[in-house]
Nanobody
Framework: QVQLVESGGGLVQAGGSLRLSCAAS????????MGWYRQAPGMQRELVAD???????NIANSVKGRFTISRDNAKNTVTLQMNSLKPEDTSVYYC???????????????WGQGTQVTVSA
């Protein structure tokens, strides 16, 4: 059984910063892609940023220059540093990962439970 557990959401004023963290636990053999998505009420879930095992990142244009994604392969964690936050960044943020798990060794997509980020004007 594999779990993704997120932490770090909350309420912040516009221009402020938050850091989201996500840790994978359980029968993890290795993790391929890790990333963050967000979904605002009435909107589709959208990619915010993802990162490969080798550290190559893909950042959405809407957050480029403000958000940074990083990962620690030894700890099976991924972090989203969010700076210069805007009210339009308000969403539920979800961690996602493609995990190769024991004993099947089949890559499977997993999602975290979501964490609320609210940016006030």
């Amino acid at each position: 059984q594999v779990q993704l557990v997120e932490s770090g959401g909350g309420l912040v004023q516009a221009g402020g910063s938050l850091r989201l963290s996500c840790a994978a636990s359980g029968s993890v053999s290795s993790i391929k892609l890790m990333g963050w998505y967000r979904q605002a009420p009435g909107m589709q879930r959208e990619l915010v940023a993802d990162i490969t095992t080798g550290g190559r990142t893909n950042i959405a244009n809407s957050v480029k220059g403000r958000f940074t994604i990083s990962r620690d392969n030894a700890k099976n964690t991924v972090t989203l540093q969010m700076n210069s936050l805007k009210p339009e960044d308000t969403s539920v943020y979800y961690c996602a990962a493609t995990i190769v798990e024991y004993p099947s060794l089949i890559p499977t997509d997993y999602w975290g439970q979501g964490t609320q980020v609210t940016v006030s004007a």
